[in-house]
Structure formats: structure tokens, C-alpha cells
């Protein structure tokens, strides 16, 4: 079975600061793996996804990640945090011919002036 | 493009009563899945339609169903509603089954049972 650990309940970041929120995933196989963003009171936003190809993945706001097989990581990175960037994040992994995502308990980022 | 459009955006209903909710996806797109989100579970997959067929289901009593239309408009449907089944309900909607296309969410229902 398939699984995703986000160790990091919350973490706070300066405005301009960089930014790396954890991602572990238990996949048997090649795991598809994504990162989305979730607001207060709305549904999720993709912010990028990884199936194959180069481990570093470029997404959407400036965010990008890196798959490391041997790590079975795919940690979220940004260079430089927006106040706009606080929300919840989410890691997902999914399967190939199924459609079921499985998600993290989410990272809550608090951004402070 | 529209993204994915739900209704109601807010339900209060009673225990026991039933509920339906509405999920209009992004257009071409086939594939519906819905999720249950709660501060004590977190996101948990509720079940898959494709093509008018339920393919895949998750960990939930059968009080829970739901079907897909032929324009792939998908509604769920809870019954005999409990205090526990108050979540945010999302979503969600691919181009094609499985995840390589990437599944695109709705904004949610806010369900409160009461």
C-alpha cells in the first residue's frame, strides 16, 4: 500500500526567505508523486507533479522539487517565500491505472514579515 | 477554461437526513474522484467514476454513493447523516483515469451536520 509522510506539522518562514517542506513517500513501484497548495476555506491547487524524467521538477509560483529514489523523498523547495505563499501543503503519491490519491497530513506555512 | 465547479458551496443539514452533492468537472475531462477532508482524518478517497462507472472505492460505509452522468457530471450522495460526516467534501476531476494527467480540484462543499 501506498503512503505519504509530511513530517513537518507547521513551520514558520521570514518573507524572502527559502523554503523546503518534507515529503516521504512508500511506493513499491515508480510512485507518481505531486505537491499541491491549499488557502483557508478553498479546495487544492496543483502546484506540480512527477511521474519520470529529470528529478527536479518545475511547478507553478516559483516552486520547484526534487524526486530522490534513494531517499524515497520529494521535498517542495521555493528560493525565496512570498506572504502570499502561507497556506497548507499538501503531498500526494499515486499509482499508475488508479486513480486514488493518497495524501500527507499536510504542512501548515506560517510566513512572518 | 473552467476549472471544477461544485454545489452547494455550504450545506447544514440534521442527523439523519440525506444529502447530495454536485461536482460539474473540467471540460473533456472523464475522470471524477471524490475525497472527504476532516481536521482528524485529513484526505481520504472517497471514490472514482469514469465513464459512468464506479472503478474504484475507498475505506467508507455504504451510506456514502454517488454516480456519473454521460457528460461526466458526477453527484454523492450521503444517507443518514451523522455528526461525523461533517467535512469538506472535494472533487476532483482528470483528463483520463489514472494520475499522470494530474487531477484538478474543486473548491469543496463545507458540510455541518448538526
Known amino acids: 500500500a501506498q503512503s505519504v509522510t509530511q513530517p513537518d506539522i507547521h513551520i514558520t518562514v521570514s518573507e524572502g526567505a527559502s523554503l523546503e517542506l518534507r515529503c516521504n513517500y512508500s511506493?513499491?513501484?515508480?510512485?507518481?508523486l505531486f505537491w499541491y497548495v491549499q488557502s483557508p476555506g478553498q479546495g487544492l491547487q496543483l502546484l506540480l507533479k512527477y511521474f519520470s524524467g529529470d528529478t527536479l521538477v518545475q511547478g507553478i509560483k516559483g516552486f520547484e522539487a526534487e524526486f530522490k529514489r534513494s531517499q524515497s523523498s520529494f521535498n517542495l523547495r521555493k528560493p525565496s517565500v512570498h506572504w502570499s505563499d502561507a497556506a497548507e501543503y499538501f503531498c500526494a503519491v499515486g499509482a499508475d491505472g488508479n486513480e486514488k490519491l493518497t495524501f500527507g497530513t499536510g504542512t501548515r506555512l506560517t510566513i512572518i514579515p | 477554461k473552467a476549472g471544477v465547479t461544485q454545489t452547494p458551496r455550504y450545506l447544514i443539514k440534521t442527523r439523519g437526513q440525506q444529502v447530495t452533492l454536485s461536482c460539474s468537472p473540467i471540460s473533456g475531462h472523464r475522470s471524477v474522484s471524490w475525497y472527504q477532508q476532516t481536521p482528524g482524518q485529513g484526505l481520504q478517497f472517497l471514490f472514482e467514476?469514469?465513464?459512468?462507472?464506479?472503478?474504484n472505492k475507498g475505506n467508507f460505509p455504504g451510506r456514502f454513493s454517488g454516480r456519473q452522468f454521460s457528460n461526466s457530471r458526477s453527484e454523492m450522495n450521503v444517507s443518514t447523516l451523522e455528526l461525523g460526516d461533517s467535512a469538506l467534501y472535494l472533487c476532483?476531476?482528470?483528463?483520463?483515469?489514472?494520475?499522470?494527467?494530474?487531477?484538478?480540484f474543486g473548491q469543496g462543499t463545507r458540510l455541518t451536520v448538526v
Open positions: 511506493y513499491g513501484a515508480t510512485p507518481y
Open positions: 476532483a476531476s482528470s483528463l483520463s483515469r489514472g494520475p499522470r494527467d494530474g487531477a484538478f
Open positions: 467514476y469514469f465513464s459512468e462507472t464506479q472503478r
